[in-house]
Each structure stands twice: as structure tokens, then as C-alpha cells.
């Protein structure tokens, strides 16, 4: 049923300001602005929107700048115009539960928000997220999006959301202390894409490598060399990519019919290397003659940091130890040695999140995109099983 709107409920949109010094074009910002009415439950689906010079009036615009924002949102199925009576809202997009709404239409032209967990000046010196939002920059840029960055916590979601209501976001790697955050943006249907993360019950969309098949391709490869004792190296529990790989490891290792030492499974503590009590009980294990013959490192400095230690203690790799790691940044390509490792699909992860953001159709609520393994020369047959 179509319900007229009452004249009082401008007022919505005149707690909107039209920003002069941004270089998103004014129409796109009133469509913007329009859009996040329709989406936020203010003009629900049935419902006359106001007249186009009073949204002119309102937002400080012209109105054939009004009319642009209105006839493109018809255009996408947002409205639908009816001669001699008005324009109404006829679907609500952009939501983020893909089960209930559609998310058929693309959102041009739009603020896109990336929420990282750590200070939005340390991006530069971050690879992996450096090399997310080039793939998103790359994939939004037919759609004239804004890209900004902030440092947002799970605590602060909800609030910061109520402040940017016609923005997208996409956040990048929320750690366990964020998923409450998440669960609340999905309660309140705003559009936000999970990357890097794979939290379960959220009920938001989301984009991330396959952590778990990417540990099996890995232990695939060293028991298919002959590798029976294996250990795992790993760090900052509170991520679920950490998760994912240790279940994936043990899963693994079950599946390729071998046991886990549960002394060989160690957090080091530290994602950029090795905190120094567990190096000691590490350099121990490396001592012993029972030392496992391989190690998985799940993260690219943990894994450079047990390269290191093991040479200094006088073990060649990959002879007498084979090292597969995950990633591979600049940093260890120029390091002296080669690292085996698993590759997350980065660029196609920053595109799909992107997508789904945007609402460009073909994406998938739930996506786990397929590592790869890279043979860089740090694995060999172990020593023990070598032929003489």
C-alpha cells in the first residue's frame, strides 16, 4: 500500500550537509543522502518521498541537481515515479543480509569506508593491507566511490556508523574482541563487508582466503616428501586466520595419517617474530635429536624469524629442516633466503569484498577463496629418508 509522507520528516534529511570541498559530484552526494533514508528504515518501501524542491530546499541544492540524484535512483529500481502522483520508494538496497534484501543494484558514485583495526597511517608500512586496498581501490573505481580509512574498533561500530549513515564499509581483519561489534552492525542492517576474517555467525558478508586448505596443501606437500614429524608455528590467537590454520593443521595432519606433538605446536607470540622465552624452548627443540624434520609458520615473520634460528644453531634448510611459511612480503623476497610458502589471494579478495560493498552483482554473501603454495626451495626429502 502507498502511504503519503508526512511533510515533518524532512527533517531527516536537513540533519544532512552537502560537503563543497569533496570531489564527489553534489548530485551523487544528494543521491547519497536519499539512498541512506531508504536504507536506514526513514522512507520504508511504499512510502512518498518529498517533493523535489523541497529536497532542494533542504539540502541547499539546485533542483536540477535534486532531479539527477532522484532519476538516477529510479533508474536503479531504489524509486519508482507515478505521473500526476509522485515518487515513491519501491525496493531497499545495500543491506547486509543478502538472505532477506536484494542486492541487485550497484551503488555508484558512494562513500566506501575501510575500517582497519590499527592506525590508518601504519597502511604504508602493512603489506597485506596495502595490497587489499589497491585490489579495492582497482575494483570501485568504475563507480566513482570515495575511498576513506579510519581505525575503528568493534566497541565503537555501531556508534561511528550512526554518524556516517550513507557509507559503506568494508573491515579488514576484525579480531575476536570485535565480533560483538560485528553482530550489532548486522542487527542493524547497515552494509558492511567482513575481509580478511571469517568469524562465524556474524551475519554480515564476507570475504577471505581458505586458511584451512591452505594448511593442507602444505602439510600435503611434506608428507608426500616423507616428512612424518612435523611441527607448527603460529601467533596472535585472537584472529580467526590463526584459528583456522591451527584446526587446519591438525585436520591435516589427520588426514594424512600422522600424529601431532602437542610440545611441536607453538604460539609465538609475537606476529613479527618470535618472542624470546619461546625462541629458548624453541632453540631447545631444534637441539633435540627428536625435533620434528619440518615446520608450517603461519605468518611470514614467524617463519623468516625459525629460518634464522635454525641456521644460527647450525641446521642447513632445507637438509636438515624444511620451512614452509604463509605469505611472502617484499621483506623476505629480498631476504637471503627463499621461503616455501602459502599465498592468500589477496587481489582477488580486495575485488570480491569490494563488490559485495558496492553491491555490484555476482558476489557472494560468504566467499573463502583458494590459497595457492608457492616451492621456493626451503622444503627437501628429510635427511632421515635420504638414500645413501
Not at 71 to 79: F, I, K
Not at 128 to 154: D, F, H
Not at 274 to 291: G, H, Y
Not at 365 to 383: D, H, I, N, Q, Y
Request: some cysteine; aromatic content about 4%.
Amino acid at each position: 500500500m502507498i502511504v503519503d509522507k508526512m511533510p515533518g520528516e524532512l527533517v531527516a534529511l536537513s540533519k544532512q550537509q552537502i560537503d563543497s570541498g569533496s570531489p564527489l559530484p553534489r548530485h551523487a552526494q544528494v543521491k547519497a543522502i536519499l539512498l541512506s533514508a531508504v536504507n536506514s528504515g526513514t522512507w520504508e518501501p511504499g512510502t512518498k518521498i518529498p517533493a523535489e524542491t523541497d529536497i532542494a530546499r533542504v539540502l541547499k541544492v539546485s533542483k536540477m541537481t535534486a532531479n539527477r540524484a532522484i532519476t538516477d535512483l529510479a533508474s536503479e529500481g531504489v524509486l519508482v515515479r507515478h505521473l500526476g502522483r509522485g515518487t515513491f520508494v519501491k525496493n531497499r538496497v545495500l543491506q547486509s543480509n543478502t538472505r532477506d534484501h536484494d542486492r541487485s543494484v550497484v551503488r555508484s558514485a558512494a562513500i566506501l569506508r575501510v575500517v582497519t583495526s590499527g592506525p590508518a597511517s601504519d597502511v604504508a608500512d602493512n603489506e597485506y593491507l596495502c595490497s587489499l586496498l589497491l585490489a579495492i581501490r582497482t575494483a570501485v573505481s568504475p563507480y566513482e566511490a570515495v575511498i576513506k580509512i579510519s581505525q575503528i574498533t568493534g566497541c565503537e561500530y555501531t556508534s561511528a556508523f550512526e554518524q556516517l549513515p550513507s557509507e559503506s564499509w568494508i573491515i579488514i581483519a576484525p579480531n575476536r574482541d570485535d565480533v560483538e561489534g560485528l553482530r550489532a552492525l548486522s542487527r542493524m542492517h547497515r552494509n558492511a563487508v567482513v575481509l580478511g576474517a571469517s568469524w562465524p555467525d556474524t551475519g554480515l558478508p564476507s570475504v577471505d582466503s581458505d586458511n584451512r586448505g591452505g594448511v593442507a596443501l602444505a602439510i600435503e606437500h611434506l608428507a608426500m616428501l616423507g616428512h612424518t614429524s612435523i611441527g607448527m608455528l603460529y601467533a596472535d590467537p585472537d584472529t580467526s586466520n590463526t584459528l583456522d590454520r591451527v584446526s587446519g593443521f591438525y585436520s591435516a595432519m589427520k588426514l594424512a595419517g600422522l600424529s601431532v606433538n602437542q610440545r611441536f605446536v607453538l604460539d609465538a607470540h609475537d606476529d613479527m617474530g618470535i618472542r624470546p622465552d619461546i625462541q629458548s624452548e624453541l632453540a631447545r627443540i631444534l637441539k633435540s635429536s627428536e625435533r620434528p624434520t619440518a615446520w608450517l609458520a603461519a605468518g611470514p615473520y614467524v617463519a623468516m624469524s625459525l629460518f634464522d634460528l635454525a641456521t644460527h644453531l647450525g641446521l642447513e634448510v632445507p637438509h636438515d629442516l624444511s620451512i614452509i611459511g604463509f605469505d611472502y612480503p617484499t621483506a623476505l623476497a629480498t631476504a637471503s633466503s627463499s621461503l616455501s610458502t602459502v599465498c592468500q589471494p589477496l587481489n582477488e579478495m580486495g575485488v570480491a569484498a569490494a563488490r559485495l560493498a558496492m553491491n555490484v552483482p555476482g558476489g557472494e554473501p560468504v566467499c573463502k577463496m583458494p590459497c595457492s603454495l608457492a616451492l621456493r626451495g626451503s622444503t627437501s626429502v628429510p635427511c632421515s629418508v635420504v638414500k645413501m
